[in-house]
């Protein structure tokens, strides 16, 4: 960090700036509804939900989930059509971390913001609408518009960001929640680096020591104030 400040913040979005949670559940039971149907009803939908989400707390960003809770109920039934239904779902709104957008204004009255996201980009895009996210940044890069090689902890979504703000990454810094992805890519580029202790893998082990780990992003905000440039004109 230089000693004139950090000139901008970027954040991740799932489990950092909203829980994916809820995002989950709702997707999984689309699927589960579409399974049951499938199946004649036999297992119900409440069963089939049960048995996705059990798969997804093992960790819901490894692949397979829909194909090994199938394979755990003895259904065989084409995935790909329910990976779209999982994809296709899209809630009317999704809660933000309390705090969340307020502290976003707080940073962005500093200095700009953006967002550096995984995952698809249809998905992604549609959890910023239904959370009220899509004018809160100066810049939004959804690494799977890079292609899904470029995935965090690859620097080019965040060098794509930061390039497109005209900032250095040693003048920013980072805010994510996981440890191999967000505060490994964010480290190995010279940014600085919050940890936020919220979402699913808050128990995980730093792989790099990050510069600072807090309990959310209000947290993360208030760490960040006084370590700011002020924005000029």
Do not use: C
């Not at 039971?29 to 093992?58: F, N, W």
């Not at 808050?202 to 600072?212: H, Y």
Request: a negative charge.
């Amino acid at each position: 960090m230089t000693a004139a400040g950090l000139r901008a913040v970027l954040f991740d979005l799932d489990d950092t700036l909203l829980p994916q949670g809820p995002w989950l559940a709702g997707a999984f039971a689309a699927v589960a509804v579409e399974v049951a149907h499938q199946a004649g009803g036999h297992p119900d939908a409440g069963t089939v939900g049960s048995a996705l989400l059990a798969e997804a707390a093992r960790g819901s960003a490894r692949g397979g989930i829909i194909d090994r809770a199938l394979d755990g109920l003895g259904l065989e039934l084409p995935v790909a059509p329910l990976v779209e239904v999982f994809a296709g779902y899209r809630p009317n709104q999704l809660d933000l971390y309390p705090g969340a957008l307020e502290a976003l204004g707080r940073i962005r009255e500093r200095v700009p913001v953006g967002l550096v996201s995984d995952g698809r980009t249809d998905v992604q895009g549609a959890k910023l609408a239904a959370a009220g996210l899509m004018e809160a940044f100066d810049v939004v890069v959804l690494s799977d518009d890079l292609g899904r090689a470029h995935r965090k902890p690859d620097p080019l979504p965040y060098r794509t960001a930061l390039e497109a703000l005209a900032v250095d990454p040693a003048e920013a810094a980072f805010v994510g929640d996981r440890p191999e992805t967000d505060m490994v890519g964010a480290d190995a580029l010279g940014m600085v680096t919050v940890r936020v202790s919220t979402g699913e893998y808050s128990d995980r082990p730093d792989l790099v020591t990050p510069s600072a780990r807090v309990a959310d992003v209000v947290a993360a905000v208030a760490w960040l104030g006084p370590r700011l440039r002020v924005r000029t004109p």
